[in-house]
């Protein structure tokens, strides 16, 4: 279904939800950021929403085709929180919840065929963020729309389920998608140049500059070897601004029983034995 497609591209976000300090809040206000803690060659940025209540809802995305093996995206997001600029909006607040997600970040480049025998592929399953605005869940809807519109007329006028892609490049989220194309393969070029081009792209062009940049390589085949990389030392966290995996897993409010058999199981012994 991938067929003539660039290689998909992946990335992970984490989020948090903290209550703050009335005198830190701004409600309504958006802060996005790129690169720190991550070096220029590794993609990757922030969001900070400030919602209602005293909350913000903060977190990090990177992409999963950095080069260090011994990078941990989860370490990087609580790193971001100490910077000063950060640190001082969550200070004396409260982290009240926590979560994490693949993201599929290859966009139109790399959309698979969206449709076969009795199935048709909706919102991130097929790959319908908006990467640049890690904004994905009116595109799902949409596109969920349309599939819907699609199986009523297949079920009534036996039309074809293939009809579903015409449709959903004719729809205003291809149109989305479209625009926001250049911006992931261009930080490919690291993270000065992927700024200046996406200023040039998304600001004076509005995403319709003449040509499609495309996706390389896929993901894993950016990673370097472990010893020719440099070991990252993460700091330890400090329970107020930065926490460890447990305590925020805790906090996803995940269900499943204690004694749930492991689902994922390695096959391959030459890794059982790393
Ligand atoms: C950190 C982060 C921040 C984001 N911020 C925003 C934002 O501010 N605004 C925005 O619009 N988008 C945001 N997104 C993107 C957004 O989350 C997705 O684009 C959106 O959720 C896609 O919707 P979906 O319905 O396709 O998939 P999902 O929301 O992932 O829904 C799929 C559902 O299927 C369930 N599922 C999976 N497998 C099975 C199975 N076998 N059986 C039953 N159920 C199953 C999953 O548990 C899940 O609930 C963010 C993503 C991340 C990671």
């Known amino acids: 279904m991938d067929k003539g497609k660039n290689p998909q591209q992946y990335g992970i976000g984490f989020k948090e939800i903290w209550e703050i300090d009335e005198k830190n809040h701004t409600e309504g206000l958006v802060m996005h950021t790129a690169g720190w803690p991550l070096d220029n060659n590794t993609y990757g940025g922030s969001f900070m929403y400030h919602a209602e209540n005293k909350q913000v809802f903060l977190g990090y995305v990177i992409g999963l085709d950095y080069q260090n093996p011994h990078l941990s995206p989860f370490d990087e997001f609580q790193r971001f929180k100490t910077h000063p600029d950060i640190k001082k909006i969550i200070e004396g607040g409260k982290r009240i919840s926590y979560g994490a997600r693949a993201l599929i970040e290859g966009g139109i480049q790399s959309l698979p065929q969206m449709f076969m025998p009795g199935a048709l592929l909706v919102g991130c399953d097929a790959g319908t963020l908006n990467m640049p605005k890690i904004k994905g869940s009116h595109t799902a809807m949409k596109s969920g729309m349309i599939a819907a519109e699609t199986i009523y007329e297949h079920l009534t006028k036996n039309i074809n389920l293939s009809t579903y892609e015409q ?59 472990a010893d020719k990389m440099p070991k990252i030392d993460y700091p330890k966290p400090d329970n107020v601004i930065t926490f460890d995996k447990t305590s925020s897993v805790y906090l996803t409010g995940t269900i499943h029983d204690d004694n749930q058999p492991v689902h994922l199981k390695l096959k391959d012994l030459l890794f059982k034995n790393l």
């Open 167 to 225: 449709k959903f490049k004719e729809s205003w989220v291809y149109k989305e998608l479209y625009e926001a194309r250049n911006v992931k393969p261009s930080f490919s070029w690291g993270l000065i140049l992927g700024i200046l081009f996406t200023g040039i792209d998304q600001i004076l062009f509005r995403g319709k500059l003449p040509f499609t940049l495309k996706h390389k390589h896929a993901d894993h085949e950016a990673l370097k070897p």
